[in-house]
C-alpha cells in the first residue's frame, strides 16, 4: 500500500467520522480535524475539500446549500446509510490494525 | 440508491453549469470563514488573509480540480438516474399491466397477430425482393430478349446465331451466355424425371458463380458432339448422393446415357426462372438448331461492363439487331432486342404480388395499433385519479408520458416477441400452401432469420410508438388536475379521438375486404372460364421411354399403342388416350403455308401451337368434335396420307368461312398435311390468355418418346397411377411413369388460378383479423361511452326517455363512426384500386357492386356490434345512476 493511498483513506475516514455527529460545512470539518488532533494531523485544505467531494462522488457523503451561523450561504455535508456503514467499517479496520501494529511493538 | 421524487427535493441538485460557481462559493466562504476566525483572534485582516490562502494550498489547482471532479460526479448520476428511472418505470408498468390482465391479454394478442403477419410477409418480401441474388456484382447482369415489332409481349428468346453475333459485337457487355430449362430421366433402375438447364460453357463465369466442390464448365465442352459433364445442384447432391465428395469424376445416368459429373454448385445458388435444378449440362443442341437464325431457344443473360449504363447497353444492342436485319431480312425483319435488369427478369412477375402482401399487413397492424390505442384512451380516462395523484406529489409532464409511454413499448415488445413465435408458424404455413410449382425456390430458405428479426424489433418500437404516443400526450396533458377537480368525467374530445379511431379501422377495413371480395371475384370467374375440356375425372401423368432402347419410331408407336390399350382395359376407366402436351402445358409452335393461299413474306407465315395425339384422345379429354373426323386406324398405315386436326381458332384465324376441314397446308420438309377434323378450343398455357390456333398431328404420324397419357375415370388417382405403373414396368421395362395428377388440381395449382388464390387466401385472412379488430373497436367505444353516460342515460330514463330512443342514441353512435368510416374507405379503395388492376380477371378494380357489397356487411356488422351496449344502457337503474355520482 502506497503512503499516499493509506493517507489519502485514512483522511476519509476522518472525514466521515466527523461528519458522524451530524451535517457540517467543510470549513466546520476542516476545523474540528485540526483541533482533534491538536496539530498532529496538519492536511493543506484543499486535500480535505478533493476528500469531501471525493466522497460525494461515491455517495458516501451528500450536500446541500445552506446558511451558517452567521447567515452564509455554505454547503453542508452529511453521511448517507453508505457512509455510515463505511465508517464503522474503516474503523473497526483501524482499530484492529492499530491493536496488531501495537502488539508487535510492545513485543520489541 | 433511491430515487423516488420526494427525496429528489432533498438532494444538491447541480447541473454542470453549476458546478463551477457551486465551488468558488464554497471555497470562497471556507477562506471568508478563516480570514474572519483569525481576525477575530486579532490577526490583521491582511496577515489573516494571507494565512488563509496558505492553509488551504493551491487555490487554482483546487478549484479545477473539484470543479473537474464534481462535473463528472453529476454526468455519472445523470446517466444512472436515468437507468435507475428507466427500471423503475419497467417495474411500475409491468405492475400496472399485472393489474390489468384482460386488458394486458387482449393487447398483446393483437399486436402478436398484427406483428406476427407482418413479419412472416415481409420474410418473403426479404427473401424474394430486397436479398442479393447470389451472384458476383448481380446488379451488373442483365437479361437479353428479342421483341418482334416493338411489341414487348412478343418477345421471345434469341436464336443461336444471333446470340454468337452478340457476343461478337457488342461494345456493352463484359461477357454474354445462353441457357435454357431442360428435363432428364435419372438413373436407370427406378428412372426419376430430374430439372435440369442447359448452359453455354461462360453461363458461370458470367455470373460469377464458382463450383462448391469441382470445377463448372469450361470453353468447348457445350460444342456440338461433345462428351456429357455436369453440374448438380446442391440439394439434388444431398439427396442423391448424401452429401458425398468423391461424386467428382464419377458417371451417372441421363437419359440413358452416361454423363460425367464435374462438380457441385454452391448451396445458395439458385437461379429463379429455372426453378430448383438438379442438373446444370451443357446446351447440346444439334447443328440444324445452333444454324437456324429463325430457331429462337437461347435465353441470354449478360454482364455489363463497368461504367456502361442500361440505356448505352439498349442502343448498342438495338443498333447491332438493326444491322442484323439489314444482313438477314428473312429472319431479322422487325426484330429489336430489350435489355432489363436480372433481378426484375427474375422476380419482376411476383414483385407487384408480394407488395400488393405487405401493404395488406401493413394495414392490418395499423389496426391493430388503432385497437390498442383506444384501449389505452379508455383506459387512460379510467386512471385519471391515478395520474393526477403522481402530477400532485411533484412528477413532471415529460416524466409522466416517458413512463406511459414505458408501458405501451413494453407491450410493444413483449406483444412483438410473440409475433415473431406467430411468424415463425406463420411462415410455415404461408410457403406451404404455395404449390411446388409455382415456388419460387428462394422460398425454401425463409424463415425468422436476422432480417426478420431485426425487422420485427422495429415494428414492434414503431408501433409502440404509434399507439402509445397519443394516449400518453392526453393522459398526461396539462390542465388535466383542473379538469379532474370539477368533476369532469373523460372530456369530449377524448371521445371525438376514439370515435375517429375507430371511423379510421373501419377505413382500413373496406380497403381490405374490398381487395379480398376483388380476389375472390376474379376466383370465381377464373373457375367458370369454359375450359372446353372437362377436367373433372380426368387423370394424367407423362410417361417416358428411355431413348437408347427405343430408337424406332415403330418402337415407339407400338410401345405406346399397347399401354393405353391395358389402361382402357383396366375396370372403371371410360376412355384413355395420349398427346405430347395436355392443356395447360406450353408446346412448341409451328409456322406452315396453306395450300391455295398466296405465299406469305418470311416471318409472317401463319402460325399454329403444335402437338401430336392418339386416337380417341380428343374423347377422352371431351374436346368437342366440331366438324370432320378424330384420328383413326387408317392414320396409323405407313403408307396413310399425312392428316391433321386443328381447332376452331385455327379455322376463324385462317379461313372466311372459319372451316378448315379439307384444306391443306404445307410445313417444313413435310408432305402436305390434309386437314381432317376441327375440334373445340382448349388452354395451351394460362388458363386466362387467350386461345392461339392449335394445330393436332395424328401420334403414328410423328411419334415422340416423351407422351402425356390421360386417363377418364371416376377412380382415384393414387390407385390409378399404380395400376399404370405396373402395366408401364410390364409393357415397357425401363420406362418411367411420370408426375400423376387429376386435371383439376394441375388446374388449381396453376400459376394463372394461383395468383388469385394466394391473395385471396392470404388477404382474405388478414381481413377477416382486421374486420373482428374493427367491430372490437366499435364495440369497446360505444360501450365505454355507454358506461360513461350512466348518468345521462339515467336523467334521460328518469324524464321518461323511451327504450326506443335509448337504443337509437346508442346505435346511432356507431352508425356515424360506421358511416365515416366506410366512405373513407370507398375512397381510399378507389385510389388504392390500381395496385391490384392488374392482378384481377374479370373484375375491375373499382367494381361498384364489390364496393357496396362490402360496405353493406361492414356497416351493418358495425350496427350489430352495438346491440349489446345499446341493450345495456336500456337496462340503466335511473336511481342507481344517480347515486354512482
Given at each position: 500500500?502506497?503512503?499516499?493511498?493509506?493517507?489519502?483513506?485514512?483522511?476519509?475516514?476522518l472525514?466521515?467520522?466527523?461528519?458522524?455527529?451530524?451535517?457540517?460545512?467543510?470549513?466546520?470539518?476542516?476545523?474540528?480535524?485540526?483541533?482533534?488532533?491538536?496539530?498532529?494531523?496538519?492536511?493543506?485544505?484543499?486535500?480535505?475539500?478533493?476528500?469531501?467531494?471525493?466522497?460525494?462522488?461515491?455517495?458516501?457523503?451528500?450536500?446541500?446549500?445552506?446558511?451558517?451561523?452567521?447567515?452564509?450561504?455554505?454547503?453542508?455535508?452529511?453521511?448517507?446509510?453508505?457512509?455510515?456503514?463505511?465508517?464503522?467499517?474503516?474503523?473497526?479496520?483501524?482499530?484492529?490494525?492499530?491493536?496488531?501494529?501495537?502488539?508487535i511493538?510492545?513485543?520489541? | 440508491?433511491?430515487?423516488?421524487?420526494?427525496?429528489?427535493l432533498?438532494?444538491?441538485?447541480?447541473?454542470?453549469?453549476?458546478?463551477?460557481?457551486?465551488?468558488?462559493?464554497?471555497?470562497?466562504?471556507?477562506?471568508?470563514?478563516?480570514?474572519?476566525?483569525?481576525?477575530?483572534?486579532?490577526?490583521?485582516?491582511?496577515?489573516?488573509?494571507?494565512?488563509?490562502?496558505?492553509?488551504?494550498?493551491?487555490?487554482?489547482?483546487?478549484?479545477?480540480e473539484?470543479?473537474?471532479?464534481?462535473?463528472?460526479?453529476?454526468?455519472?448520476?445523470?446517466?444512472?438516474?436515468?437507468?435507475?428511472?428507466?427500471?423503475?418505470?419497467?417495474?411500475?408498468?409491468?405492475?400496472?399491466?399485472?393489474?390489468?390482465?384482460?386488458?394486458?391479454?387482449?393487447?398483446?394478442?393483437?399486436?402478436?397477430?398484427?406483428?406476427?403477419?407482418?413479419?412472416?410477409?415481409?420474410?418473403?418480401?426479404?427473401?424474394v425482393?430486397?436479398?442479393?441474388?447470389?451472384?458476383?456484382?448481380?446488379?451488373?447482369?442483365?437479361?437479353?430478349?428479342?421483341?418482334?415489332?416493338?411489341?414487348?409481349?412478343?418477345?421471345s428468346?434469341?436464336?443461336?446465331?444471333?446470340?454468337?453475333?452478340?457476343?461478337?459485337?457488342?461494345r456493352?457487355?463484359?461477357?454474354?451466355?445462353?441457357?435454357?430449362?431442360?428435363?432428364?430421366?435419372?438413373?436407370?433402375?427406378?428412372?426419376?424425371?430430374?430439372?435440369?438447364a442447359?448452359?453455354?460453357?461462360?453461363?458461370?463465369?458470367?455470373l460469377?458463380?464458382?463450383?462448391?466442390?469441382?470445377?463448372?464448365?469450361?470453353?468447348?465442352?457445350?460444342?456440338?458432339?461433345?462428351?456429357?459433364?455436369?453440374?448438380?445442384?446442391?440439394?439434388?447432391?444431398?439427396?442423391?448422393?448424401?452429401?458425398?465428395?468423391?461424386?467428382?469424376?464419377?458417371?451417372?445416368?441421363?437419359?440413358?446415357?452416361?454423363?460425367?459429373?464435374?462438380?457441385?454448385?454452391?448451396?445458395?445458388?439458385?437461379?429463379?426462372?429455372?426453378?430448383?435444378?438438379?442438373i446444370?449440362?451443357?446446351?447440346?443442341?444439334?447443328?440444324?438448331?445452333?444454324?437456324?437464325?429463325?430457331?429462337?431457344?437461347?435465353?441470354?443473360?449478360?454482364?455489363?461492363?463497368?461504367?456502361?449504363?442500361?440505356?448505352?447497353?439498349?442502343?448498342?444492342?438495338?443498333?447491332?439487331?438493326?444491322?442484323?436485319?439489314?444482313?438477314?431480312?428473312?429472319?431479322?425483319?422487325?426484330?429489336?432486342?430489350?435489355?432489363?435488369?436480372?433481378?426484375?427478369?427474375?422476380?419482376?412477375?411476383?414483385?407487384?404480388?408480394?407488395?400488393?402482401?405487405?401493404?395488406?399487413?401493413?394495414?392490418?397492424?395499423?389496426?391493430?395499433?388503432?385497437?390498442?390505442?383506444?384501449?389505452?384512451?379508455?383506459?387512460?380516462?379510467?386512471?385519471?385519479?391515478?395520474?393526477?395523484?403522481?402530477?400532485?406529489?411533484?412528477?413532471?409532464?415529460?416524466?409522466?408520458?416517458?413512463?406511459?409511454?414505458?408501458?405501451?413499448?413494453m407491450?410493444?415488445?413483449v406483444?412483438?416477441?410473440?409475433?415473431?413465435?406467430?411468424?415463425?408458424?406463420?411462415?410455415?404455413?404461408l410457403?406451404?400452401?404455395?404449390?411446388?410449382?409455382?415456388?419460387?425456390?428462394?422460398?425454401?430458405?425463409?424463415?425468422?432469420?436476422?432480417?426478420?428479426?431485426?425487422?420485427?424489433?422495429l415494428?414492434?418500437?414503431?408501433?409502440?410508438?404509434?399507439f402509445?404516443?397519443?394516449?400518453?400526450?392526453?393522459?398526461?396533458?396539462?390542465?388535466?388536475?383542473?379538469?379532474?377537480?370539477?368533476?369532469?368525467?373523460?372530456?369530449?374530445?377524448?371521445?371525438?379521438?376514439?370515435?375517429?379511431?375507430?371511423?379510421?379501422?373501419?377505413?382500413?377495413?373496406?380497403?381490405?375486404?374490398?381487395?379480398?371480395?376483388?380476389?375472390?371475384?376474379?376466383?370465381?370467374?377464373?373457375?367458370?372460364?369454359?375450359?372446353?375440356?372437362?377436367?373433372?375425372?380426368?387423370?394424367?401423368?407423362?410417361?417416358?421411354?428411355?431413348?437408347?432402347?427405343?430408337?424406332?419410331?415403330?418402337?415407339?408407336?407400338?410401345t405406346?399403342?399397347?399401354?393405353?390399350?391395358?389402361?382402357?382395359?383396366?375396370?372403371?376407366?371410360e376412355?384413355?388416350?395420349?398427346?405430347?402436351?395436355?392443356?395447360?402445358?406450353?408446346?412448341?409452335?409451328?409456322?406452315?403455308?396453306?395450300?391455295?393461299?398466296?405465299?406469305?413474306?418470311?416471318?409472317?407465315?401463319?402460325?399454329?401451337?403444335?402437338?401430336?395425339?392418339?386416337?380417341?384422345?380428343?374423347?377422352?379429354?371431351?374436346?368437342?368434335?366440331?366438324?370432320?373426323?378424330?384420328f383413326?386406324?387408317?392414320?396409323?398405315?405407313?403408307?396413310?396420307?399425312?392428316?391433321?386436326?386443328?381447332?376452331?381458332?385455327?379455322?376463324?384465324?385462317?379461313?372466311?368461312?372459319?372451316?378448315?376441314?379439307?384444306?391443306?397446308?404445307?410445313?417444313?420438309?413435310?408432305?402436305?398435311?390434309?386437314?381432317?377434323?376441327?375440334?373445340?378450343?382448349?388452354?395451351?398455357?394460362?388458363?386466362?390468355?387467350?386461345?392461339?390456333?392449335?394445330?393436332?398431328?395424328?401420334?403414328?404420324q410423328?411419334?415422340?418418346?416423351?407422351?402425356?397419357?390421360?386417363?377418364?375415370?371416376?377412380?382415384?388417382?393414387g390407385?390409378?397411377?399404380r395400376?399404370?405403373?405396373?402395366?408401364?414396368?410390364?409393357?415397357?421395362?425401363?420406362?418411367?411413369?411420370i408426375?400423376?395428377?387429376?386435371?383439376?388440381?394441375?388446374?388449381?395449382?396453376?400459376?394463372?388460378?394461383?395468383?388469385?388464390?394466394?391473395?385471396?387466401l392470404?388477404?382474405?385472412?388478414?381481413?377477416?383479423?382486421?374486420?373482428?379488430?374493427?367491430?372490437?373497436?366499435?364495440?369497446?367505444v360505444?360501450?365505454?361511452s355507454?358506461?360513461?353516460?350512466?348518468?345521462?342515460?339515467?336523467?334521460?330514463?328518469?324524464?321518461?326517455?323511451?327504450?326506443?330512443?335509448?337504443?337509437?342514441?346508442?346505435?346511432?353512435?356507431?352508425?356515424?363512426?360506421?358511416?365515416?368510416?366506410?366512405?373513407?374507405?370507398?375512397?381510399?379503395?378507389?385510389?388504392?384500386?390500381r395496385?391490384?388492376?392488374?392482378?384481377?380477371?374479370?373484375?375491375?378494380?373499382?367494381?361498384?357492386?364489390?364496393?357496396?357489397f362490402?360496405?353493406?356487411?361492414?356497416?351493418?356488422?358495425?350496427?350489430?356490434?352495438?346491440?349489446?351496449?345499446?341493450?345495456?344502457?336500456?337496462?340503466?337503474?335511473?336511481a342507481?345512476?344517480?347515486?354512482?355520482?
Amino acid at each position: 500500500m502506497a503512503d499516499l493511498d493509506l493517507l489519502q483513506g485514512t483522511l476519509d475516514t476522518l472525514v466521515l467520522k466527523t461528519l458522524s455527529w451530524g451535517p457540517r460545512h467543510g470549513y466546520a470539518v476542516a476545523q474540528w480535524i485540526k483541533e482533534t488532533s491538536e496539530g498532529t494531523i496538519n492536511v493543506e485544505d484543499r486535500a480535505l475539500y478533493v476528500a469531501l467531494h471525493r466522497l460525494e462522488e461515491r455517495r458516501l457523503v451528500e450536500s446541500k446549500w445552506g446558511l451558517s451561523e452567521n447567515n452564509r450561504k455554505a454547503k453542508y455535508y452529511q453521511l448517507t446509510a453508505a457512509g455510515r456503514a463505511n465508517l464503522r467499517q474503516k474503523s473497526a479496520d483501524w482499530t484492529a490494525y492499530a491493536n496488531a501494529v501495537f502488539k508487535i511493538l510492545r513485543l520489541v | 440508491m433511491n430515487n423516488d421524487n420526494p427525496r429528489k427535493l432533498f438532494r444538491h441538485d447541480a447541473t454542470r453549469r453549476t458546478v463551477q460557481r457551486d465551488v468558488d462559493d464554497e471555497m470562497r466562504f471556507h477562506l471568508d470563514q478563516r480570514v474572519d476566525d483569525l481576525v477575530a483572534r486579532g490577526m490583521s485582516p491582511d496577515d489573516a488573509h494571507r494565512l488563509a490562502l496558505r492553509e488551504y494550498g493551491d487555490v487554482r489547482a483546487a478549484r479545477a480540480e473539484l470543479a473537474s471532479m464534481d462535473r463528472r460526479r453529476v454526468r455519472k448520476w445523470a446517466a444512472s438516474d436515468w437507468f435507475a428511472s428507466v427500471a423503475q418505470d419497467v417495474r411500475f408498468a409491468a405492475r400496472s399491466l399485472r393489474k390489468r390482465p384482460g386488458f394486458a391479454a387482449t393487447v398483446l394478442l393483437t399486436l402478436a397477430l398484427g406483428i406476427g403477419a407482418n413479419a412472416a410477409i415481409f420474410s418473403v418480401v426479404d427473401a424474394v425482393l430486397l436479398e442479393p441474388l447470389p451472384f458476383a456484382r448481380a446488379d451488373r447482369l442483365v437479361h437479353l430478349w428479342e421483341v418482334y415489332e416493338s411489341n414487348v409481349d412478343n418477345r421471345s428468346e434469341a436464336s443461336y446465331p444471333d446470340y454468337l453475333d452478340w457476343r461478337a459485337r457488342n461494345r456493352s457487355f463484359a461477357d454474354l451466355a445462353g441457357y435454357h430449362g431442360s428435363g432428364f430421366v435419372f438413373g436407370t433402375e427406378h428412372p426419376e424425371i430430374v430439372r435440369a438447364a442447359k448452359t453455354t460453357a461462360n453461363f458461370f463465369d458470367v455470373l460469377g458463380v464458382h463450383a462448391a466442390i469441382g470445377r463448372t464448365f469450361v470453353a468447348g465442352e457445350d460444342a456440338v458432339g461433345a462428351p456429357t459433364r455436369v453440374l448438380l445442384g446442391y440439394g439434388f447432391w444431398l439427396r442423391n448422393f448424401a452429401g458425398d465428395r468423391s461424386v467428382v469424376g464419377r458417371t451417372i445416368m441421363l437419359d440413358g446415357t452416361a454423363a460425367t459429373v464435374i462438380g457441385v454448385l454452391p448451396k445458395e445458388f439458385q437461379f429463379a426462372r429455372l426453378g430448383d435444378v438438379s442438373i446444370w449440362a451443357p446446351i447440346d443442341r444439334s447443328n440444324t438448331m445452333r444454324q437456324g437464325r429463325g430457331v429462337h431457344w437461347l435465353n441470354v443473360v449478360a454482364r455489363l461492363k463497368d461504367g456502361v449504363s442500361l440505356q448505352a447497353a439498349s442502343a448498342d444492342m438495338t443498333s447491332i439487331m438493326a444491322q442484323l436485319a439489314r444482313e438477314y431480312p428473312p429472319t431479322n425483319n422487325g426484330r429489336d432486342s430489350q435489355v432489363i435488369p436480372l433481378r426484375d427478369q427474375l422476380v419482376g412477375s411476383v414483385r407487384p404480388l408480394v407488395l400488393l402482401l405487405y401493404g395488406a399487413v401493413a394495414v392490418m397492424l395499423l389496426v391493430a395499433c388503432a385497437n390498442v390505442a383506444n384501449l389505452l384512451l379508455m383506459r387512460g380516462a379510467d386512471r385519471q385519479r391515478e395520474v393526477a395523484v403522481r402530477i400532485a406529489l411533484g412528477a413532471g409532464r415529460g416524466r409522466l408520458i416517458r413512463q406511459l409511454m414505458t408501458e405501451s413499448l413494453m407491450l410493444a415488445m413483449v406483444g412483438g416477441v410473440a409475433g415473431l413465435v406467430v411468424a415463425r408458424y406463420g411462415i410455415h404455413a404461408l410457403v406451404g400452401i404455395i404449390p411446388a410449382q409455382v415456388r419460387p425456390p428462394v422460398l425454401a430458405s425463409v424463415g425468422v432469420n436476422a432480417p426478420v428479426l431485426l425487422y420485427g424489433c422495429l415494428v414492434s418500437v414503431a408501433a409502440g410508438v404509434l399507439f402509445g404516443l397519443v394516449p400518453a400526450l392526453r393522459e398526461a396533458r396539462p390542465g388535466m388536475v383542473e379538469a379532474l377537480k370539477q368533476g369532469s368525467r373523460g372530456s369530449s374530445r377524448a371521445g371525438k379521438l376514439r370515435d375517429a379511431l375507430v371511423a379510421g379501422e373501419v377505413a382500413l377495413t373496406i380497403v381490405l375486404m374490398s381487395g379480398a371480395a376483388l380476389f375472390g371475384r376474379s376466383l370465381v370467374n377464373l373457375m367458370s372460364i369454359q375450359l372446353g375440356f372437362q377436367a373433372e375425372h380426368l387423370m394424367t401423368a407423362s410417361v417416358f421411354l428411355p431413348d437408347a432402347n427405343y430408337k424406332e419410331r415403330v418402337s415407339q408407336i407400338a410401345t405406346f399403342d399397347r399401354i393405353v390399350d391395358r389402361v382402357r382395359a383396366l375396370p372403371g376407366v371410360e376412355a384413355a388416350g395420349t398427346v405430347t402436351k395436355l392443356p395447360l402445358d406450353w408446346g412448341n409452335s409451328v409456322g406452315f403455308d396453306i395450300v391455295g393461299q398466296p405465299p406469305t413474306e418470311p416471318g409472317k407465315e401463319p402460325t399454329a401451337s403444335y402437338r401430336s395425339a392418339s386416337p380417341g384422345y380428343f374423347t377422352t379429354l371431351r374436346i368437342p368434335m366440331t366438324r370432320g373426323r378424330d384420328f383413326g386406324a387408317v392414320d396409323a398405315d405407313a403408307n396413310a396420307p399425312h392428316v391433321g386436326v386443328v381447332n376452331n381458332a385455327f379455322g376463324r384465324a385462317y379461313f372466311p368461312d372459319g372451316n378448315a376441314v379439307g384444306q391443306a397446308f404445307v410445313y417444313g420438309q413435310h408432305d402436305t398435311v390434309r386437314i381432317v377434323g376441327q375440334v373445340g378450343d382448349v388452354p395451351i398455357g394460362n388458363i386466362d390468355e387467350h386461345i392461339p390456333p392449335t394445330l393436332y398431328i395424328p401420334f403414328a404420324q410423328d411419334p415422340e418418346t416423351y407422351m402425356s397419357v390421360a386417363i377418364r375415370s371416376r377412380r382415384d388417382v393414387g390407385e390409378l397411377s399404380r395400376e399404370l405403373n405396373r402395366i408401364v414396368e410390364q409393357t415397357a421395362p425401363g420406362a418411367a411413369v411420370i408426375h400423376p395428377v387429376a386435371m383439376d388440381q394441375l388446374i388449381t395449382d396453376s400459376a394463372s388460378v394461383f395468383m388469385r388464390r394466394f391473395p385471396l387466401l392470404l388477404i382474405g385472412a388478414f381481413a377477416a383479423a382486421t374486420l373482428i379488430l374493427a367491430l372490437v373497436g366499435v364495440y369497446g367505444v360505444v360501450s365505454y361511452s355507454v358506461a360513461q353516460r350512466t348518468r345521462e342515460l339515467g336523467i334521460r330514463v328518469a324524464l321518461g326517455a323511451q327504450t326506443r330512443s335509448l337504443v337509437l342514441l346508442v346505435v346511432r353512435h356507431g352508425a356515424w363512426m360506421a358511416l365515416a368510416g366506410v366512405t373513407a374507405g370507398i375512397a381510399a379503395a378507389l385510389v388504392l384500386g390500381r395496385f391490384v388492376a392488374g392482378m384481377l380477371y374479370g373484375v375491375g378494380a373499382r367494381d361498384p357492386a364489390t364496393l357496396v357489397f362490402v360496405s353493406v356487411v361492414l356497416g351493418a356488422a358495425a350496427v350489430a356490434a352495438t346491440i349489446v351496449p345499446a341493450r345495456r344502457a336500456t337496462r340503466v337503474d335511473p336511481a342507481v345512476a344517480l347515486q354512482a355520482e
